[in-house]
Every structure is written in C-alpha cells, then in structure tokens.
C-alpha cells in the first residue's frame, strides 16, 4: 500500500514542548500575583475574588497550591496533545470512534508533555501507524455491513446505502469514508471547507426532493424522497485497496460475516 503519512516530524516538537513549559510557567506567575491580591483585599474584606480555571471555580488559599497547578498542568498538556494529534497526522488516521476515544482517555490521563513522553509515543504510533489506519477501515465499512445491500458476502460493493439524517452518524460515516479514500490515494484527508460534508451543509434540496447532492472525484452522494443516502464509490482502485485491508484483516472463510444471511441482503441495488 503506496502511502506516506508521517505522523512524527510534522512540527518543531522542541518548539511546541517549549510554549508548553511557557504557558504553565505564566499561569503560576499569574496565580501568584492573584493570591498576593487577594492578601491584600482581605484586609479590608471578608473574602478574596476567585478565579475560574478551566471551567472551575477556585478560591485561593495554600491548601489549593498543589491541585491547582497539576489541574492547569493536565489542562495544558491536553491541548498539547490533541494539537500534536492533528498537526502530525495521527488524527488522519483514526476513524471518528478511535479519534472519541483518544480525547475521552485525555480527560482521564494526561501523561506529561515533554521530549520524552512526546518522542516514545510518535515512534511507537509510527511502528503502529499501518494498524492503526488498517483497525480504522475494518471499524468504518464492518459498521456499514447492515447497509450495503447491494454486494455480495465478501466484499465492499459500489454502493452503500445509508438512512437518517445526515447530521447524525450518516455524516459521521460518510466523512470516515472520505478520509479513507484521501489516504489511500496518497493525499491528505481534505480540510473542512473542501469536504463533502461542506459540499452538502450548502446544498439546499427540498426534503421531498431527491437528486445528487454532493460529487467529487471519490464519491456521487444522491438523496432519495424517503431520506436514503446512496453514496457509489467512483475509484474503484481505492475500493479494491479496502477489500484487500478487509480481506488479510478476515481471511477468505470469514470477511465481515455472510451477508447472504441477512433478511436485508439483496442482490440487486434497491431504488431508494
């Protein structure tokens, strides 16, 4: 699989590491002069003011010093991360429910953002960046098994066919599915304004109109009047590269369950 997503060396790792130290350093200055303030105001006051840090309220007293530096620390070093993660690539590689878990782990653990921690991390997610992607593409088109009812048992078919709104989890697979398709044709997953999920917030259909949505060089999104989404693969080439990912993934005997079982497996393509 020709692809090149360098998920390490994208940025100054120094220099980010270096705002990262900055930033913390002058939250502590700051938190300083607010408890020297407030020293000061309850000298004729019954209380000092507090301060709201991220989304916390905190009155300033020496029993807060510790938790209160580690709670900006932890603040800090998230956004580092998910900043890491989207600027290195790591992010192009995760479908939408690995990309949730990440940030839902990072309000758990906050591991420290330093050289160390930053350079162990990106060289084994470069060791596992195939994986990773691979784990990905499995996860997105085994969760559109119950919509495509147009192919056979052991393959991803031209067509799939999704219901509900598109702002729901529609939208959600479908940008899964562009983001694959970018990669695997040696590109970079498009950023929001040239998406098809841009293409299709702009697009005004009527709700009991159908017609083509959303088209690019990927995929031909056509609305039906009962609300289906059809979206037909037009790379055939980039398809065959997922079944292959699907294929190795699975084996000849079990690739993604038999949909023939399926009281919705159809052999022909249905019209809406």
């Known amino acids: 699989m020709n692809r090149e997503v360098n998920i390490a060396k994208k940025l100054s790792i120094a220099g980010l590491i270096e705002a990262r130290d900055q930033s913390?350093?002058?939250?502590?200055?700051?938190?300083?002069a607010y408890k020297r303030a407030g020293a000061f105001?309850?000298?004729?006051?019954?209380?000092?003011?507090?301060?709201?840090?991220?989304?916390?309220?905190?009155?300033?007293?020496?029993?807060?010093?510790?938790?209160?530096n580690e709670e900006i620390r932890k603040s800090v070093d998230r956004n580092a991360?998910?900043?890491?993660?989207?600027?290195?690539?790591?992010?192009?590689?995760?479908?939408?429910?690995?990309?949730?878990?990440?940030?839902?782990?990072?309000?758990?653990?906050?591991?420290?953002?330093?050289?160390?921690?930053?350079m162990a991390t990106f060289d084994r997610?470069?060791?596992?960046?195939?994986?990773?992607?691979?784990?990905?593409?499995?996860?997105?088109f085994k969760e559109l098994d119950r919509t495509y009812i147009n192919n056979d048992s052991f393959r991803v078919g031209k067509l799939a066919i999704f219901q509900g709104?598109?702002?729901?989890?529609?939208?959600?697979?479908?940008?899964?599915?562009?983001?694959?398709?970018?990669?695997?044709?040696?590109?970079?997953?498009?950023?929001?304004a040239h998406s098809v999920e841009s293409k299709i917030r702009c697009f005004y259909l009527p709700s009991e109109s159908a017609g083509i949505i959303a088209e690019d060089s990927y995929l031909r999104i056509y609305r039906y009047k009962n609300g289906n989404f059809h979206v037909t693969f037009k790379r055939m080439d980039l398809l065959d590269k997922v079944n292959r990912i699907i294929s190795n993934a699975f084996g000849e005997s079990n690739r993604m369950g038999d949909r023939t079982k399926s009281k919705r497996w159809k052999r022909s393509s249905p019209q809406g």
């Open 24 to 32: 913390i350093r002058n939250y502590q200055e700051m938190i300083t």
């Open 41 to 68: 105001h309850k000298q004729f006051a019954s209380y000092a003011l507090g301060l709201d840090i991220d989304r916390k309220h905190v009155w300033f007293d020496e029993k807060f010093d510790v938790s209160l």
């Open 81 to 118: 991360w998910n900043y890491l993660g989207e600027k290195a690539g790591l992010f192009d590689l995760m479908d939408a429910s690995a990309r949730e878990e990440f940030e839902k782990q990072l309000t758990k653990d906050v591991p420290v953002f330093c050289e160390s921690n930053v």
């Open 125 to 140: 997610l470069e060791q596992e960046k195939e994986i990773i992607f691979n784990r990905g593409v499995i996860k997105v």
């Open 165 to 192: 709104n598109y702002m729901g989890r529609t939208g959600t697979k479908i940008k899964d599915i562009e983001r694959i398709l970018h990669i695997l044709d040696g590109k970079s997953p498009p950023d929001h």
